[in-house]
C-alpha cells in the first residue's frame, strides 16, 4: 500500500505542475484599501480601489470576499464603480463577481465600497493588558475576510493603505510612511504604501497603543519596532536581534526587499507571522527565551515567501523550509556549528514523531481546502532537512551562490521546487533531478539497521547497511571510527562495505555530524 500511495503522490505533483491558474482572467497590479476603524464597535468600513491587468477575454471576472453570514460577520458591497460609472455586481458567499465584459490586455481600476465585521483576517480584540488593537492576520488566505482580492500566493500587487483611526492609536503597516493627518474630532488618517508587490497572505496593517523604537539601521536597512506600551522597556530590547540578524542573511541571499523591517508585537494567532516588512510576533514574545531564533525565522522569511514566493501552497516548504534552515544557519554563525548540528538532531526528532501522524511527502497536493494542515513538520524541518543535506552535498560556496541566484531570479516573482532545482544545478554543475524527487516527493525516511564485524586476521572491518523502511532512499552517509572519517553511498536494500583497518575500532559512529537524514535501529 505505501508503494502505491507514494506513487500516486508523486504523480499527483507532476500533473499540479500543470494545473490551471488559480484566477486565470486576471492579473491585480495595485491596491489602494481605504480602511476606517473605530473603538465603537467592530465594524469597519472599506473602500478598495483594484488596478486589475486582464490576461483573457472574459465576460466577467471574481474577486474573493466573505460576504456576511448568518451570524452578521463578513463584508457587504454597497457599490462597483470604474471612475464615475456604476458596476453591476453581484455577491456570493466567498466572491464577488464583476458582471462587466474585459479584454485580454485591458487595464482597469474598479473601487470597491464596503462595510462589515470580518469574519476572520482582521483581529479585532483586547491584547493581555486590557486595550483594544487590530491586526491583519491573513495566512493561508484569510485576507479575503476584510479585502476584496485575489487570495492566492500567486498573484502579487503593490498596495496602499489608507487608515482611518482614533488618534490615540498608532498604525503599522507594510512598506514605508506616507504620513499622518489629524482630521479632527478625535480622529487621524495614516498613509502607508507599499512598492514591492506582495501576496494578500502577507499584507498587514496593526492598529494599537504603541511604543514605537528606532535602534538603528542594519546596512542602510531602517529597523522599527512596536510594542505594547506596558511592555517597552523589555520589548524594545528584545526586539533588536533585528539588527544583528538582518546583516546575515543580507551577505550571504542579497539585499533586503523591503522599504524596512518592522517588528510588531502583536495578536497573532501564529507564534510569528511573516507579514512583509511588518513582522507579527506573539504577545508573548518579548519575553521569550526563543525571541532570537523567533525573529530570525520570520525575518528570513522576508526573502523567501514574501519576496520570493511559492506559486500555490503545495510547495510552502519554499517558504517555511527555508526560514527554518535560514535560522539554523544564522545561529550556526553566530554561536558555532555545535548550535547547528543539535538543531537539526531536534528537527529530525521532530519530523519523525510527525511521520507516525501523517505519511505524506514535503510537496503535498492532498490538501485542497485546510490549508493550515500544511503548517506541519514536512514543509519546515523536513524542508529544512532537504537544504541542509544539499549543502552538505554540493558544498558551501554552491550552496550560498545557489540561494543568492534563486532570490535574484525569483524576487517579487513565484516559484515552484523544479525552479529551485534548475538555479541550484547550475550552481553546482550537477544533476539534481533525482535528489529533488526523493526527497521532495518521496513520504517518509531512510532507517537503517547496522552491523559491524572486525576481522583480526585479515584486519578488516566490515559493516552492512540495511533500510528498514518500504520505499527506498539512495544517499550518502558518513561514518566515523576511532574518530576517523569515512563515507559510503547507501543503495538498495542492503550496502555493504570493508576497509582495513589494524585493530578493532573501539567505536563506530555513524552519522556523526548530522549530515543525513536518517535514523538508526
Same mark, same amino acid.
Given at each position: ?20 491558474? %488559480?484566477?486565470p482572467?486576471i492579473?491585480?497590479?495595485? %491596491? ?8 465603537s ?14 490576461k ?8 474573493d470576499?466573505?460576504?456576511?453570514n448568518?451570524?452578521?460577520k *463578513?463584508m ?5 464603480r470604474?471612475?464615475?460609472?456604476g458596476? /453591476? ?16 490586455g485591458e487595464?482597469h481600476?474598479?473601487?470597491?465600497? &464596503? ?15 486590557? /486595550?483594544?488593537g487590530?491586526?491583519?492576520?491573513n ?14 500566493p500567486s ?6 493603505w ?7 492609536y ?9 504620513g499622518?493627518?489629524d482630521?479632527? #474630532? ?12 506582495? !501576496?494578500?497572505?502577507v499584507m498587514? $496593517?496593526?492598529v ?6 528606532h ?6 536597512i531602517?529597523?522599527? #519596532? %512596536? ?10 530590547? !528584545? ?5 544583528? $540578524?538582518?546583516?546575515? &542573511?543580507i551577505q550571504?541571499? *542579497? ?12 495578536k497573532t494567532?501564529?507564534? *510569528?507571522?511573516?507579514?512583509?516588512s ?6 508573548n514574545s518579548v519575553?521569550s527565551p ?7 525565522h ?8 514574501d519576496a ?7 510547495y510552502l516548504?519554499?517558504?517555511e523550509?527555508?526560514?527554518?534552515y ?8 553566530k ?7 543539535? *538543531?537539526m538532531?531536534k528537527?529530525?526528532?521532530?519530523l ?5 501522524? /501523517? ?8 490538501e485542497?481546502e485546510?490549508f ?7 514543509s ?13 552535498? $554540493? ?7 545557489g540561494i543568492?541566484?534563486?532570490y535574484?531570479t525569483y524576487?517579487?516573482k513565484?516559484?515552484?521546487?523544479a525552479?529551485?532545482e534548475?538555479v ?12 529533488f524527487?526523493?526527497w521532495?516527493?518521496q513520504p517518509g ?7 559491524w564485524?572486525?576481522d ?13 523502511n518500504?520505499q ?9 571510527t576511532?574518530?576517523?572519517?569515512? !563515507?559510503?553511498?547507501?543503495?538498495g ?8 583497518l ?12 548530522v549530515?543525513?537524514?536518517?535514523t538508526? #535501529?
Open positions: 500500500m505505501k508503494k502505491l500511495r507514494t506513487l500516486l503522490l508523486a504523480t499527483s505533483v507532476t500533473l499540479a505542475a500543470h494545473a490551471q491558474p %488559480y484566477n482572467t492579473d491585480v497590479q495595485h %491596491y489602494d484599501f481605504t480602511l476606517e476603524v473605530s473603538d464597535s467592530n465594524n469597519i468600513r472599506g473602500e478598495a480601489a483594484i488596478t486589475i491587468r486582464f483573457t477575454d472574459a465576460p466577467s471576472f471574481t474577486l470576499l466573505t460576504r456576511r448568518s451570524e452578521g *463578513g457587504t458591497v454597497s457599490s462597483v470604474e471612475g464615475k460609472k458596476v /453591476r455586481f453581484t455577491q456570493n458567499t466567498t466572491q464577488l463577481l464583476f458582471n462587466v465584459p474585459v479584454k485580454s487595464e481600476t474598479y473601487t470597491v465600497t &464596503y462595510e462589515g465585521i470580518p469574519a476572520d483576517g482582521l483581529i479585532i480584540s483586547n491584547n493581555k493588558f486590557g /486595550r483594544r487590530f491586526f491583519g492576520d495566512w493561508p488566505n484569510r485576507a479575503h475576510n476584510w479585502l476584496p482580492c485575489v487570495d492566492h498573484d502579487k500587487a503593490t498596495l496602499d489608507h487608515i482611518t483611526t482614533p488618534d490615540h498608532t498604525v503599522v503597516a507594510n512598506g514605508a510612511l506616507q499622518e493627518k482630521l479632527g #474630532n478625535h480622529k487621524k488618517l495614516t498613509h502607508w504604501k507599499e512598492g514591492v508587490p506582495l !501576496s494578500p497572505k498587514m $496593517i496593526g494599537a497603543d504603541f511604543a514605537v523604537d535602534p538603528g539601521d542594519a546596512l542602510g531602517p529597523v522599527w #519596532n %512596536y510594542v505594547f506600551q506596558e511592555n517597552k522597556e523589555v520589548g524594545f530590547k !528584545s526586539y533588536k536581534y533585528a539588527l544583528q $540578524i538582518l546583516p546575515f &542573511y550571504h541571499i *542579497g539585499p533586503f526587499p523591503f522599504e524596512k523591517c518592522g517588528n510588531v508585537q502583536s494567532r501564529f507564534g *510569528g507571522l511573516e507579514n512583509a511588518a513582522i507579527c510576533y506573539f504577545e519575553t526563543g525571541v532570537e531564533s523567533l525573529m530570525a520570520e525575518i528570513a522569511h522576508q526573502w523567501f515567501g520570493a514566493t511559492e506559486t500555490t501552497w503545495q516548504w519554499l517558504s523550509g527555508f526560514a527554518t535560514m535560522t539554523h544557519c544564522y545561529l550556526e554563525n554561536y558555532g556549528v555545535d548550535t547547528l548540528k543539535k *538543531g538532531v528537527d529530525r526528532e521532530k519523525v514523531a510527525f511521520e507516525k501522524k /501523517r505519511w505524506t511527502p514535503i510537496v503535498d497536493t492532498s485542497k485546510d493550515m494542515k500544511l503548517l506541519n513538520p514536512n519546515y524541518e523536513k524542508g529544512g532537512w532537504v537544504l541542509h543535506m544539499l549543502r552538505r552535498r $554540493i558544498g558551501d560556496q554552491a550552496f550560498w551562490k543568492s541566484t534563486y535574484a524576487r517579487n513565484n516559484a515552484t521546487s525552479d529551485l534548475k541550484m544545478e547550475t550552481a553546482s554543475n550537477q544533476d539534481l533531478h533525482a535528489y524527487q526523493q521532495l516527493t525516511h531512510p532507517n537503517l539497521k547496522t552491523e564485524n572486525y583480526n586476521d585479515k584486519k578488516e572491518l566490515s559493516i552492512s547497511f540495511t533500510q528498514t518500504e527506498l532512499f539512495e544517499f550518502p552517509l558518513e561514518y566515523a576511532d574518530g576517523v572519517l569515512h !563515507s559510503v553511498d547507501i543503495k536494500k542492503t550496502t555493504s562495505v570493508r576497509i582495513p589494524t585493530s578493532k575500532p573501539s567505536n563506530v559512529v555513524f552519522d556523526p555530524n549530515n543525513t537524514l536518517v538508526f #535501529n
